[in-house]
């Protein structure tokens, strides 16, 4: 028996191998503790490394980031990494990230080239800041990561010694002092939460103290903060001028703060001047100060007067809690709303005030500054101040009023009564006496009340002299949550005023209107919170306008409309669609009206006709949805309507169809809509040129219906690729046409369809119609004449319309203001319906003013408003001879506008015009030499007797070119500082001169004034005058002098008087200054002296003051007139001296406002400005149009070449937006005996023909050869070779050979430059021999790095180089190779096929016609092809019959033996897998062949990598993926490699390299070491990467042993090719994929009948299920999958295993039980 005795001690040894056991598991478990915490102290002061996907998380979601970049074996890069590690804790501490990254790819992003380099990101900033200085520093490190510059918007930690430098160096200091921060982590003082808080709230005013000038800081000291004796903390100290002041209020209350530091900060300045402020500072005053007076002011004398009194009442300001500041930023001043300097405005919580008195009288100015504090009055604000009111206030009431009006003096006495109370709940109420302003919110009748809440208006419709009514209706819209109702006008507003807003439209009698408003008020809150203004309207002719169905939503995204469809009573899913569109990026869909509108409103818009029930058409929007963004970055609407009539109003038959309509003007798309690149490089590109549309016959007939002017090309059928057939060079012709229609205001198109020709008489083809208002009047003319052409379409009666006023826009208008004497304009906005109505009562006197001889047009140009100062608008003006008058009265009534216009008309020319301030500002825009008679309404006799005498002088002033008015309107005299009246001031190119003498004396002003024109033609300047001048002037010139009564400067006076006439016609006024500091400055130490400034430079004339012809030369001399860093502008004048005096000068032509590509044009040529100049040809532009057609020109920009003596100009006909072309254009022209074509050797010749999309032809020539014809060598070699005829015979030859072909090549250069092929030349013959060429001379065409030679060249004719040169051009020829060529092809090219021919060869040519229809295709799949003619090689590959097509695969040959006749069967052998693939060897590919590899192949892996960025590394993975090739190839795994990494983006592939596995267009992105081959081949064939979900996975025959190695239970479906049957069982068994995936069974399919024999399988289809490779084959139904799946289950889980559970299971039963017993035997014995 088994004792106790002996279980103890069997017990106590467990025990003890147990207890040994638990030791070492303790001991193992202490080091690996040790391990990790020595591990951890290891780690701390270690910058962590990150990754590129890591960066951008640290970026976007930490607050402060410093990045340190790093590349291997970078010494400087270890350095520094060793140093900044010792201050990684210091950084935590401030709450900075600190992080290192080594990636190249991602460090060129931020422009990162050169290593180490330290960058610091804060979270929401445009960029990182880098740091410059020394990475090993610390200090220097340490101080860039704390100062002020890197954190912007925090307050910055200082410390004691920073704080110190900081005060002594900065004028206003606020610091915030806190308990440090060790005393806070040990006693957990509760001043540290205080400080905390404080500091959070402070931060919000941060970025206002910096505008302000004031630096804040905050600091952790406790020592310091005793030695200030603050008690308590935090505190705030304000250093101002390093005296200290400390804030006793609340630090939690930023405002508060705020405004104390500005209030103590302008209480610290020592002088007593008005504080100046900029823009941005301006704006945090008015939004952080409670009572502020600004003054705008500018340089004016007005200006610095009123300046000088209110500077007296500064102080006074202050100590009544008005902070006084000035600021003359002129932005500023016209983002508030201020039109006339200087100019008041009082700002009270930020609603402004303007001051209408005198600023020169400063207790004026006090009193109504003090009367503002206390006074209970609504402000008076200007348009301007009301939008920005409208913008910036959530709750704000304003009233339009007429201050002429009884009424509505009568109601803003009651309003007033309100102003308090609705500034207790938080109402600005404001007041505006604008009626044009009124007008746009549709307001016809003052006074008006209207309330906005963020910024959505609603007009008060009550009695608005019952005040408590009003206040009522006020306080109860700031209380309920109600959709806004609006007006027509209030919609346009907040339409354009607004990016997201939501429309109801409804019917206020319609029961289903009311209760769908009931269900969405419900929402409006939710639409407010997301930014989502939501107004409805009842509009009956609004909702026409749009073609709607009352009760309709539009949702108004940039002001394009979206329809909701759905239901509008349930308003949880308007609300999901209203959200959705906001933050949904999608092609809008529109109705036909809103398409008109759009249309109508918008110049560029892109409309997509679709069918939204066909498939294809919603496959071909998803894909342009990609190029939405685009298209709005271009400025073009696009937009989709599913409008089957709409569609054929276009006469549109087969959608989808693309349309992009420019100003009005349809064109069609012709691609195809499903290349999205495509459609958008058509969209900008009609965007972004001028041609003539062409359209379909219903588009035509829209046209005609909806343009004034519209003529039209009837070209008839036309074949668009014979380039000279008569209806293509006549549209060539009608092309350069149409700048000039387009000033005219026609439209011009054209069109090949006869039906609307027919309808209106049009007989022959081709014709040209010109439409007006739908009229048409045929040209008889020469349609090959484009001059008589424009002349007929321009033509006064073609163009004029009866009964209506025509149209114009700012150059035709200028053009017809030069030409008739009487023209009266109505200056207007389209999109103003008050400018419609008024224009509807004008022309009913249109007939009227016609037979008075007035020409009668209206002009809406938005360049009118920069041209003519006319605000507000509608405005009508009577121009008399140029001379404007504004009429005064209502514009409605048009039958006393016809009484003032025969008036004016009738008015004898003798008296002087009466003008107001507005006329008078128009009149010194337009005309050069004005006489202004200033007078007061109260002046009587003696005004009147002085107006009669000047009146007797009219005439003649006028006969001397000086136009005299009169006006009592004195405010621009107040701009002079002019205070006593009468006075007379004569205006020359806008700058004044005061007539100081008796204004009785009519003989003494008329001398005065003719002196002034033609003599004293010089006005004087102050410094001002001066500073303004410089800056704004093209050209200026000044003559310092003395006094007047110094004999020098009184004789250079009259000498610069008498050319003064001469210089202005050249564009340089001058001017006068007697400043001898100024002159100083400027390098006059002598009076009288002369400068010229140009653009702000200076030129100091250094020759005789006697001589005025001498001063004449100088101002305008050419090289004193050029600037060589821009291409100058001149005008006719000085264009004909530089001609004159210039050997070499090239002319700009263009238009600042004619011509879309003219400044862009400008900016490539202003590249080649500075090398033009340094090879003596100068360079200018000209905007003179008329000058321009003198010289040949018919369309702008225009590019000419003038020679001294030469009469005509030579016209550049190339790409002016190239260049490097024009120079080499330059230097021929320049020199015509040179050779135009550049000589270009070696190396940079290589580069040229390697570059992509590069089209080169290449002269190769023996330069011993051509240099024969050289004058030196010719008559040195004549010398040696006198005895020797035959040599010189032979030199002869060669030197006409090369002088031959010269000619001809440069007779061909030119024609095809402008078709983008660059011709060059080389003697490099041993560059020539690399590329196979070793026959000389020999003209080659490199397109895309592959060459093709020209046969024959010693007997080619131009037009035959030509052809063959723009047939390579256009890709329709295969090129044609030498042998060393190939040779060298076959070293570079990976993929090339070469046709082997002979001649004569007829079945050659034949074929050959044939292949080159897949030439396109063939590039398109990384293949190159080409031919050659040499049957010698073609033996060596044993071709000896021919034509023959041979395939190399880097260098190994394949003969295609199919029909060659049959392109596209060749086109499928040569991009078929299997002639592709090579042995040993992973194809590289390009993005078309892998785009078709991912389609097609089910099992294709892709080694992405970059060949320009990757060395050896990339090469290391290539060996490893390489020895993997051949495997993976027997799994059936096609495996590829793609050396760009553009085309791996397109994949969504962003680092590389990459390996990628894409399983039927999926792809999988390997992790692992691509170092590692068993890694890479083990993942390939991994169930992971194989299987995909829902499918049943195709295998080959290793790929499925394999699969049954590495599986317990596989379901293999074997069937075979051109079965049906198989295929719909398939389809079944799919939908068993995933049970069965649940059953752990893996289900694949083969299609391989020989292997299915090897498992007994011999009709297919059929199934077998592997049970570890142990077959079972199923009997049954294979279409029923159920039955399958359960025969599949019970498979799964056999009797034999449960046999075998059930046996251990009772066997370890039968253990236990015998283990019991042997113990309790055992215990008891």
Same mark, same amino acid.
């Given at each position: 028996?088994?004792?106790?005795?002996k279980?103890?001690?069997?017990?106590r040894?467990m025990d003890s191998?147990?207890?040994?056991?638990?030791?070492?598991?303790?001991?193992?478990?202490?080091?690996?503790?040790?391990?990790?915490?020595?591990g951890?102290?290891?780690s701390?002061?270690?910058?962590?490394?990150?990754?590129?996907?890591?960066?951008?998380?640290?970026?976007?979601?930490?607050?402060?980031?410093?990045?340190?970049?790093?590349t291997?074996?970078?010494k400087?890069?270890d350095s520094?990494?060793?140093?900044?590690?010792k201050i990684d804790?210091?950084?935590?501490q401030?709450?900075?990230?600190?992080?290192k990254?080594?990636d190249k790819r991602?460090?060129?992003?931020y422009?990162?080239v050169?290593?180490?380099?330290l960058t610091?990101?804060?979270?929401?900033?445009s960029?990182?800041?880098?740091?410059?200085?020394?990475?090993?520093?610390?200090?220097?490190v340490e101080e860039?990561?704390?100062?002020?510059?890197?954190?912007?918007?925090?307050i910055?930690e200082?410390?004691?010694?920073?704080?110190?430098?900081l005060?002594?160096?900065?004028?206003?200091?606020?610091?915030?002092?806190?308990?440090?921060?060790s005393?806070?982590?040990?006693?957990?003082?509760?001043?540290?939460k205080?400080?905390?808080?404080?500091?959070?709230?402070l931060?919000?005013?941060?970025d206002?103290?910096?505008e302000l000038?004031?630096?804040?800081v905050?600091?952790?000291d406790?020592?310091?903060?005793?030695?200030?004796n603050?008690?308590?903390l935090?505190?705030l100290?304000y250093?101002?001028?390093?005296i200290?002041i400390?804030f006793?209020?609340?630090?939690?209350?930023?405002e508060?703060?705020?405004e104390w530091l500005?209030?103590?900060k302008?209480?610290?300045?020592e002088?007593?001047e008005?504080?100046?402020?900029?823009?941005?500072?301006?704006?945090?005053?008015?939004?952080?100060i409670?009572?502020l007076?600004?003054?705008?002011?500018d340089n004016?004398?007005?200006?610095a007067s009123?300046?000088k009194e209110?500077?007296?009442?500064?102080d006074?300001?202050?100590?009544?809690?008005?902070e006084?500041?000035?600021t003359d930023?002129?932005?500023a001043a016209k983002?508030?709303?201020?039109d006339?300097?200087p100019t008041?405005?009082y700002?009270?919580n930020?609603?402004?005030?303007v001051?209408?008195g005198?600023l020169?009288?400063?207790?004026q100015?006090?009193?109504w500054?003090?009367?503002?504090l206390?006074?209970?009055?609504?402000e008076?604000?200007?348009d301007?101040?009301?939008?920005?009111l409208i913008?910036?206030?959530k709750?704000?009431?304003v009233l339009?009023?007429?201050?002429?009006q009884?009424e509505?003096?009568e109601?803003?006495?009651?309003?007033?009564?309100?102003?308090?109370?609705?500034?207790?709940k938080g109402?600005?109420?404001?007041?505006?006496?604008?009626?044009?302003?009124?007008?746009?919110y549709?307001?016809?009748n003052t006074p008006?009340?209207?309330y906005?809440?963020n910024?959505i208006p609603?007009?008060?419709?009550?009695n608005?002299?019952?005040?408590?009514d009003v206040l009522?209706w006020l306080?109860?819209?700031?209380?309920?949550?109600?959709?806004?109702?609006? #007006?027509?006008? +209030? =919609?346009?507003k907040l *339409?354009?005023?607004?990016?997201?807003i $939501?429309?109801? !439209? &409804? /019917? %206020? @009698?319609q029961?289903?209107s009311?209760?769908?408003i009931q269900?969405l008020?419900?929402?409006?809150?939710?639409c407010d919170?997301?930014g989502?203004?939501f107004?409805k309207?009842?509009?009956?002719g609004?909702?026409?306008?749009?073609?709607?169905?009352?009760?309709?939503?539009?949702?108004f995204?940039?002001?394009?409309p979206?329809l909701?469809?759905?239901?509008?009573?349930?308003e949880?899913?308007?609300?999901k669609?209203?959200l959705h569109?906001?933050h949904?990026?999608?092609?809008?869909?529109? #109705?036909d009206e +809103? =398409?008109?509108?759009l *249309?109508e409103?918008n110049?560029?818009? $892109?409309a997509? !006709? &679709? /069918? %939204? @029930?066909?498939?294809?058409?919603?496959?071909?929007l998803?894909s342009?949805e990609?190029?939405?963004?685009?298209c709005?970055?271009?400025?073009?609407l696009?937009v989709k309507?599913?409008?089957?009539n709409?569609?054929?109003e276009?006469?549109?038959?087969n959608?989808p169809?693309?349309i992009?309509f420019?100003?009005?003007v349809?064109?069609?798309?012709?691609?195809?809509?499903?290349?999205e690149?495509?459609?958008?490089?058509?969209?900008?590109?009609?965007?972004n040129?001028d041609?003539?549309?062409e359209v379909?016959?219903e588009?035509?007939?829209k046209?005609?219906?909806?343009?004034?002017y519209?003529?039209?090309?009837?070209?008839?059928?036309?074949d668009?690729s014979?380039a000279?057939s008569?209806c293509?060079s006549?549209l060539?012709?009608?092309?350069?046409?149409?700048?000039d229609?387009?000033e005219?205001g026609i439209?011009?198109?054209?069109?090949e369809?006869?039906?609307?020709?027919?309808?209106?008489?049009?007989?022959?083809y081709p014709?040209?119609v010109?439409?007006?208002n739908?009229?048409p009047?045929?040209f008889?003319?020469?349609l090959?004449?484009?001059?008589?052409?424009l002349a007929?379409?321009?033509?006064?009666?073609t163009?004029?319309l009866p009964d209506?006023i025509?149209?114009?826009?700012l150059?035709?208008?200028?053009r017809l203001?030069?030409?008739?004497?009487?023209?009266?304009?109505?200056?207007?906005?389209?999109?103003d319906?008050?400018?419609?109505?008024?224009?509807?009562?004008?022309?009913n006197?249109?007939d009227?003013?016609?037979?008075?001889?007035?020409?009668f047009?209206?002009i809406s140009?938005?360049d009118m408003?920069r041209?003519?100062?006319l605000?507000?608008?509608?405005?009508?003006v009577?121009?008399?001879?140029?001379?404007?008058?504004?009429?005064?009265?209502?514009?409605h009534?048009?039958?006393n506008?016809?009484q003032?216009?025969?008036q004016?008309k009738?008015?004898?020319?003798?008296?002087?015009e009466?003008v107001?301030?507005?006329?008078l500002?128009?009149l010194?825009d337009?005309?050069?030499?004005?006489?202004?008679f200033?007078?007061?309404?109260?002046c009587?006799?003696?005004?009147?007797?002085?107006?009669?005498?000047l009146?007797?002088i009219?005439?003649?002033?006028?006969?001397?070119g000086?136009q005299?008015?009169?006006?009592?309107?004195l405010?621009?005299?107040?701009?002079l500082?002019?205070?006593?009246?009468?006075?007379l001031?004569?205006?020359?190119?806008?700058i004044?001169s005061?007539?100081?003498?008796?204004l009785?004396?009519q003989?003494?002003?008329?001398?005065w004034?003719v002196?002034?024109?033609?003599?004293?033609?010089?006005?004087?300047?102050?410094r001002s005058?001066?500073d303004?001048l410089i800056g704004?002037?093209?050209?200026?010139?000044?003559l310092?002098f003395?006094?007047?009564?110094d004999?020098?400067s009184?004789?250079?006076l009259?000498?610069?008087?008498i050319i003064?006439?001469d210089?202005?016609?050249?564009?340089?006024?001058?001017?006068?200054m007697?400043?001898?500091?100024?002159?100083k400055?400027?390098g006059?130490?002598?009076?009288?002296?002369?400068?010229?400034?140009?653009?702000?430079?200076?030129?100091k004339?250094?020759?005789?003051?006697?001589?005025?012809?001498?001063m004449l030369?100088?101002?305008?001399a050419?090289?004193?007139?050029?600037l060589n860093d821009?291409?100058?502008v001149?005008?006719?004048k000085?264009?004909?001296?530089?001609?004159?005096?210039t050997?070499h000068?090239?002319?700009?032509f263009?238009?600042?406002?004619e011509?879309?590509?003219?400044e862009?044009?400008?900016?490539?040529l202003?590249?080649?400005?500075d090398?033009a100049?340094?090879?003596?040809?100068n360079f200018?532009r000209?905007?003179?149009w008329?000058?321009?057609k003198s010289?040949?020109?018919h369309a702008?920009?225009?590019?000419l070449?003038?020679?001294l003596?030469?009469?005509e100009?030579?016209?550049?006909?190339?790409?002016?937006r190239?260049?490097?072309?024009?120079l080499e254009?330059?230097m021929m022209?320049k020199?015509?005996?040179g050779?135009?074509?550049?000589?270009?050797?070696g190396e940079?010749l290589d580069?040229?023909?390697?570059?992509?999309?590069s089209a080169?032809?290449?002269y190769?020539?023996?330069?011993s050869h051509c240099?024969?014809c050289e004058?030196?060598?010719h008559?040195?070699?004549?010398k040696?070779?006198?005895?020797?005829?035959?040599v010189?015979?032979?030199?002869?030859?060669?030197c006409t050979?090369?002088?031959?072909i010269m000619?001809k090549?440069?007779?061909?250069?030119?024609e095809?430059?402008r078709?983008?092929?660059?011709?060059?030349?080389?003697?490099?013959?041993?560059f020539?021999?690399?590329q196979?060429?070793?026959?000389?001379?020999?003209?080659v065409?490199?397109?895309?790095g592959?060459a093709?030679?020209?046969?024959?060249?010693?007997?080619a004719e131009e037009?035959?180089i030509r052809h063959?040169?723009?047939?390579?051009?256009t890709?329709?020829?295969?090129?044609m190779?030498?042998?060393g060529m190939?040779?060298q092809?076959?070293?570079?090219?990976?993929?090339l096929a070469?046709?082997?021919y002979?001649?004569p060869?007829?079945?050659?040519?034949?074929?050959?016609?044939e292949l080159?229809?897949?030439?396109?295709?063939?590039?398109m799949y990384?293949?190159s092809?080409?031919?050659?003619?040499d049957?010698?090689?073609?033996k060596r590959?044993?071709i000896t019959?021919?034509?023959?097509?041979?395939?190399?695969?880097n260098?190994?040959?394949?003969?295609?033996?199919?029909?060659?006749?049959?392109?596209?069967?060749v086109l499928e052998?040569?991009?078929d897998d299997n002639?592709?693939?090579?042995?040993?060897?992973?194809?590289?590919?390009?993005q078309?062949?892998?785009?078709r590899l991912?389609?097609?192949?089910?099992?294709?892996?892709?080694?992405?990598?970059d060949?320009s960025?990757?060395g050896?590394e990339c090469?290391?993975?290539?060996a490893s993926?390489?020895?993997v090739?051949?495997?993976?190839?027997?799994?059936?795994?096609?495996?590829v490699?793609?050396?760009?990494?553009?085309v791996?983006?397109?994949?969504?592939?962003?680092?590389?390299?990459t390996?990628?596995?894409f399983r039927?267009?999926t792809?999988?992105?390997f992790?692992g070491?691509?170092?590692d081959?068993?890694?890479i081949?083990?993942w390939?064939?991994s169930?992971?990467?194989f299987?995909?979900p829902?499918?049943i996975?195709?295998?080959?025959?290793?790929?499925l042993?394999?699969?049954?190695?590495?599986?317990?239970?596989?379901?293999v479906?074997?069937?075979e090719?051109?079965?049906?049957?198989?295929e719909?069982i398939?389809?079944?068994?799919?939908r068993i994929?995933?049970?069965?995936?649940?059953?752990?069974?893996l289900?694949?399919?083969?299609?391989?009948a020989?292997?299915a024999?090897?498992?007994?399988v011999?009709?297919?289809?059929?199934?077998?299920y592997?049970?570890?490779?142990?077959?079972?084959?199923?009997?049954?139904?294979l279409?029923?999958e159920?039955?399958?799946?359960d025969?599949?289950?019970?498979?799964?889980y056999?009797?034999?295993?449960?046999?075998l559970?059930?046996?251990?299971?009772?066997?370890?039963?039968?253990?236990?039980?015998?283990?019991?017993?042997?113990?309790?035997v055992?215990l008891?014995?």
């Amino acid at each position: 028996m088994f004792g106790r005795e002996k279980f103890d001690n069997l017990v106590r040894k467990m025990d003890s191998h147990v207890l040994l056991v638990v030791s070492l598991g303790i001991l193992l478990t202490l080091l690996l503790t040790g391990h990790t915490t020595n591990g951890a102290s290891k780690s701390e002061g270690v910058i962590e490394d990150i990754n590129a996907r890591q960066l951008n998380k640290f970026i976007q979601e930490k607050d402060n980031t410093v990045i340190f970049w790093y590349t291997k074996n970078c010494k400087p890069c270890d350095s520094a990494l060793q140093q900044l590690e010792k201050i990684d804790d210091k950084t935590d501490q401030l709450g900075i990230e600190f992080a290192k990254i080594n990636d190249k790819r991602v460090a060129k992003t931020y422009n990162i080239v050169d290593f180490p380099v330290l960058t610091y990101f804060r979270k929401g900033s445009s960029g990182p800041v880098t740091f410059t200085g020394d990475l090993e520093n610390l200090e220097a490190v340490e101080e860039f990561l704390t100062s002020l510059q890197s954190s912007p918007d925090r307050i910055e930690e200082v410390n004691e010694k920073h704080l110190k430098k900081l005060v002594a160096e900065t004028n206003f200091v606020a610091v915030l002092f806190c308990p440090s921060i060790s005393t806070c982590k040990e006693k957990n003082r509760p001043d540290c939460k205080k400080c905390e808080k404080a500091l959070r709230e402070l931060e919000n005013i941060d970025d206002e103290a910096d505008e302000l000038g004031i630096a804040f800081v905050k600091i952790h000291d406790d020592e310091l903060a005793d030695e200030y004796n603050l008690k308590t903390l935090p505190a705030l100290v304000y250093y101002r001028g390093q005296i200290p002041i400390v804030f006793d209020g609340d630090l939690t209350k930023e405002e508060q703060v705020l405004e104390w530091l500005i209030q103590n900060k302008s209480m610290g300045d020592e002088d007593e001047e008005i504080e100046a402020v900029s823009a941005k500072a301006l704006e945090t005053l008015i939004d952080s100060i409670e009572k502020l007076a600004v003054l705008f002011f500018d340089n004016s004398p007005l200006s610095a007067s009123s300046l000088k009194e209110l500077e007296h009442i500064d102080d006074d300001c202050g100590r009544n809690g008005i902070e006084f500041v000035k600021t003359d930023d002129k932005k500023a001043a016209k983002q508030h709303g201020i039109d006339d300097l200087p100019t008041l405005v009082y700002y009270e919580n930020r609603v402004p005030n303007v001051y209408d008195g005198d600023l020169r009288n400063e207790e004026q100015v006090l009193g109504w500054l003090l009367h503002q504090l206390q006074a209970d009055e609504i402000e008076d604000v200007t348009d301007v101040m009301l939008d920005r009111l409208i913008l910036e206030s959530k709750y704000l009431a304003v009233l339009f009023y007429s201050e002429d009006q009884k009424e509505s003096r009568e109601v803003l006495v009651e309003l007033e009564n309100i102003d308090d109370e609705c500034d207790a709940k938080g109402i600005n109420f404001v007041k505006i006496d604008d009626l044009a302003e009124a007008a746009e919110y549709g307001i016809d009748n003052t006074p008006q009340l209207v309330y906005f809440e963020n910024s959505i208006p609603s007009m008060y419709e009550g009695n608005l002299m019952k005040e408590e009514d009003v206040l009522t209706w006020l306080i109860q819209q700031t209380e309920t949550d109600e959709i806004e109702d609006v #007006t027509d006008e +209030m =919609l346009e507003k907040l *339409i354009n005023n607004n990016r997201e807003i $939501a429309v109801l !439209f &409804y /019917d %206020k @009698d319609q029961r289903k209107s009311q209760k769908i408003i009931q269900e969405l008020e419900q929402i409006d809150q939710e639409c407010d919170k997301h930014g989502i203004i939501f107004v409805k309207i009842s509009d009956e002719g609004k909702v026409k306008e749009l073609g709607l169905q009352v009760p309709a939503l539009i949702y108004f995204e940039s002001k394009v409309p979206h329809l909701f469809e759905g239901d509008l009573s349930d308003e949880d899913s308007v609300l999901k669609w209203l959200l959705h569109q906001l933050h949904a990026d999608e092609i809008e869909e529109v #109705t036909d009206e +809103m =398409l008109d509108q759009l *249309i109508e409103k918008n110049p560029y818009v $892109a409309a997509l !006709f &679709y /069918d %939204k @029930d066909d498939k294809q058409d919603l496959k071909i929007l998803s894909s342009l949805e990609n190029i939405d963004d685009e298209c709005d970055s271009h400025g073009i609407l696009f937009v989709k309507i599913d409008d089957d009539n709409e569609a054929k109003e276009y006469g549109l038959e087969n959608l989808p169809v693309l349309i992009y309509f420019e100003n009005k003007v349809p064109s069609i798309y012709e691609g195809d809509l499903s290349v999205e690149e495509n459609v958008l490089k058509w969209l900008v590109e009609q965007r972004n040129t001028d041609t003539i549309e062409e359209v379909t016959d219903e588009m035509l007939e829209k046209l005609v219906n909806t343009h004034t002017y519209v003529a039209v090309y009837f070209s008839g059928p036309c074949d668009e690729s014979d380039a000279e057939s008569s209806c293509t060079s006549i549209l060539a012709e009608l092309e350069s046409l149409d700048d000039d229609t387009d000033e005219a205001g026609i439209q011009m198109v054209t069109t090949e369809e006869e039906i609307f020709g027919k309808k209106i008489g049009v007989k022959s083809y081709p014709s040209l119609v010109m439409f007006r208002n739908s009229d048409p009047l045929f040209f008889k003319g020469s349609l090959t004449d484009e001059d008589e052409m424009l002349a007929w379409l321009t033509d006064e009666t073609t163009l004029e319309l009866p009964d209506r006023i025509e149209e114009v826009n700012l150059k035709m208008l200028q053009r017809l203001l030069d030409q008739q004497e009487h023209v009266v304009v109505f200056f207007y906005n389209a999109e103003d319906k008050k400018s419609q109505k008024i224009l509807q009562q004008l022309e009913n006197i249109d007939d009227e003013a016609d037979n008075e001889g007035m020409a009668f047009v209206k002009i809406s140009d938005s360049d009118m408003l920069r041209e003519y100062d006319l605000n507000p608008l509608p405005a009508l003006v009577y121009f008399r001879a140029k001379f404007p008058r504004i009429y005064p009265g209502d514009m409605h009534k048009e039958s006393n506008v016809l009484q003032w216009l025969l008036q004016l008309k009738k008015t004898p020319t003798d008296l002087i015009e009466e003008v107001d301030r507005r006329t008078l500002r128009m009149l010194l825009d337009e005309m050069d030499h004005v006489g202004v008679f200033f007078y007061e309404d109260t002046c009587t006799k003696l005004c009147v007797d002085i107006l009669h005498d000047l009146e007797t002088i009219d005439d003649e002033a006028e006969e001397e070119g000086i136009q005299m008015v009169k006006t009592t309107d004195l405010t621009v005299a107040e701009e002079l500082s002019i205070k006593e009246f009468p006075t007379l001031v004569y205006y020359q190119g806008g700058i004044p001169s005061l007539f100081k003498g008796d204004l009785e004396n009519q003989e003494e002003v008329y001398a005065w004034l003719v002196y002034q024109r033609h003599f004293e033609a010089l006005p004087e300047l102050t410094r001002s005058d001066l500073d303004d001048l410089i800056g704004d002037s093209d050209y200026l010139s000044v003559l310092f002098f003395s006094n007047y009564s110094d004999t020098a400067s009184a004789r250079a006076l009259r000498r610069a008087c008498i050319i003064a006439e001469d210089a202005a016609e050249f564009g340089i006024p001058i001017a006068k200054m007697g400043d001898p500091i100024i002159a100083k400055k400027y390098g006059v130490r002598d009076l009288p002296g002369l400068i010229l400034f140009r653009r702000g430079r200076h030129i100091k004339y250094d020759e005789s003051m006697e001589d005025e012809e001498e001063m004449l030369d100088f101002l305008t001399a050419p090289e004193n007139m050029i600037l060589n860093d821009q291409i100058e502008v001149v005008n006719s004048k000085m264009l004909a001296r530089m001609r004159d005096m210039t050997e070499h000068l090239l002319v700009l032509f263009f238009s600042e406002t004619e011509c879309k590509q003219c400044e862009r044009v400008v900016t490539a040529l202003e590249e080649i400005d500075d090398d033009a100049a340094e090879i003596g040809v100068n360079f200018v532009r000209i905007d003179d149009w008329s000058l321009a057609k003198s010289f040949g020109v018919h369309a702008l920009p225009a590019l000419l070449y003038f020679r001294l003596g030469s009469d005509e100009p030579v016209i550049y006909a190339g790409d002016l937006r190239a260049p490097s072309k024009i120079l080499e254009w330059i230097m021929m022209r320049k020199d015509p005996t040179g050779v135009a074509m550049a000589e270009v050797n070696g190396e940079a010749l290589d580069d040229l023909i390697k570059l992509e999309d590069s089209a080169i032809v290449v002269y190769f020539y023996n330069k011993s050869h051509c240099s024969a014809c050289e004058p030196e060598k010719h008559s040195r070699k004549r010398k040696q070779t006198d005895e020797d005829p035959e040599v010189e015979a032979n030199r002869l030859l060669l030197c006409t050979q090369c002088t031959n072909i010269m000619i001809k090549l440069e007779n061909v250069d030119d024609e095809v430059a402008r078709r983008g092929v660059t011709f060059l030349r080389t003697g490099d013959l041993s560059f020539a021999s690399t590329q196979g060429v070793n026959e000389y001379p020999a003209l080659v065409y490199f397109g895309n790095g592959v060459a093709s030679v020209y046969e024959n060249l010693v007997d080619a004719e131009e037009d035959d180089i030509r052809h063959w040169i723009m047939e390579h051009k256009t890709d329709e020829r295969i090129e044609m190779v030498t042998r060393g060529m190939l040779d060298q092809l076959l070293i570079d090219v990976h993929y090339l096929a070469v046709f082997f021919y002979k001649q004569p060869c007829r079945a050659c040519d034949t074929i050959l016609m044939e292949l080159e229809k897949i030439d396109d295709d063939c590039d398109m799949y990384g293949i190159s092809m080409v031919k050659i003619n040499d049957p010698a090689l073609a033996k060596r590959y044993g071709i000896t019959s021919f034509p023959a097509l041979l395939f190399f695969r880097n260098g190994n040959p394949l003969l295609f033996e199919g029909d060659m006749k049959d392109e596209e069967s060749v086109l499928e052998w040569l991009t078929d897998d299997n002639n592709r693939e090579l042995d040993d060897e992973i194809e590289s590919v390009n993005q078309k062949m892998l785009e078709r590899l991912v389609d097609k192949s089910p099992f294709l892996a892709v080694f992405f990598y970059d060949d320009s960025d990757c060395g050896d590394e990339c090469e290391g993975m290539l060996a490893s993926l390489e020895t993997v090739d051949d495997e993976a190839d027997e799994f059936g795994i096609d495996m590829v490699k793609v050396p760009e990494g553009e085309v791996a983006q397109d994949f969504g592939i962003m680092s590389l390299p990459t390996l990628a596995y894409f399983r039927r267009g999926t792809a999988l992105i390997f992790e692992g070491d691509l170092l590692d081959p068993n890694q890479i081949i083990a993942w390939l064939t991994s169930n992971e990467a194989f299987q995909l979900p829902g499918e049943i996975e195709e295998v080959n025959r290793r790929m499925l042993e394999k699969l049954l190695d590495d599986n317990d239970y596989v379901c293999v479906y074997f069937y075979e090719e051109d079965c049906t049957k198989c295929e719909e069982i398939l389809l079944e068994l799919e939908r068993i994929d995933s049970e069965t995936d649940n059953l752990d069974i893996l289900f694949v399919r083969i299609k391989d009948a020989k292997y299915a024999k090897k498992w007994g399988v011999s009709k297919l289809p059929a199934i077998v299920y592997f049970r570890r490779k142990f077959p079972s084959i199923y009997r049954g139904d294979l279409a029923d999958e159920l039955v399958i799946l359960d025969w599949l289950q019970k498979n799964r889980y056999k009797q034999p295993e449960l046999n075998l559970f059930m046996f251990s299971l009772a066997s370890l039963s039968l253990a236990f039980i015998i283990y019991t017993v042997f113990i309790l035997v055992c215990l008891k014995d």
